[in-house]
């Protein structure tokens, strides 16, 4: 859980930084300009959105691999009879949360041509992991095999956009 929050925050300091320096032409970019707060560590390159976007991208999928992997680990759980129906709609409904943040962290950013694709990607890979997520919440709650069968869908296109994302960036 702690690495959880752990990439939570590097994918809200990443889109931060990356903000700061789209606010930022490359004009203002002085090596030690005190005046427009954009001075550059010497020694230090200027950002690039591009490394940027990547590290973003890569970041959301590893937190997609976490998510899903828990979620897994919740239905062993259920199914094991080791936790109620109770706790795991808890704790599938806390994971959507996080889940749903990474989405909405990686939709926010405007990505390079060079990873338009990944991120389009990537965004439909969170996107339908939070629909599985919320069946499945939605299962625990109600014992409905139609939310399950509804996740399965949804699982099924996850690990389809989330494999297109991934080898993109490879």
């Known amino acids: 859980m702690s690495c959880n929050i752990f990439v939570v925050?590097?994918?809200?300091f990443a889109v931060s930084v990356m903000s700061l320096s789209?606010?930022?032409s490359e004009n203002d970019m002085v090596r030690g300009s005190p005046d427009n707060g954009t001075a550059i560590l010497p020694g230090a390159a200027p950002l690039d959105n591009i490394s940027i976007h990547k590290?973003?991208?890569i970041q959301s999928l590893a937190q997609y691999e976490e998510d899903l992997n828990f979620s897994s680990h919740i239905l062993d759980e259920f199914i094991k009879k080791?936790?109620?129906n109770s706790d795991a709609m808890v704790a599938t409904s806390s994971l959507l949360g996080l889940s749903s943040q990474s989405r909405d962290t990686i939709y926010s950013m405007r990505p390079t041509g060079e990873y338009k694709g990944n991120h389009?990607?990537?965004?439909?890979a969170l996107t339908y992991?939070?629909?599985?997520l919320w069946d499945m919440a939605k299962f625990y709650e109600t014992n409905k095999i139609s939310y399950?069968?509804?996740a399965r869908v949804n699982y099924n296109e996850s690990l389809?956009?989330?494999g297109r994302a991934k080898q993109g960036i490879e």
């Open 9 to 12: 925050f590097s994918l809200i």
């Open 22 to 24: 789209e606010a930022s």
């Open 55 to 57: 590290d973003i991208i």
């Open 82 to 84: 080791n936790i109620t």
């Open 120 to 124: 389009n990607d990537t965004i439909l």
């Open 129 to 132: 992991l939070n629909a599985f």
């Open 148 to 150: 399950a069968l509804a």
């Open 160 to 162: 389809y956009y989330y």
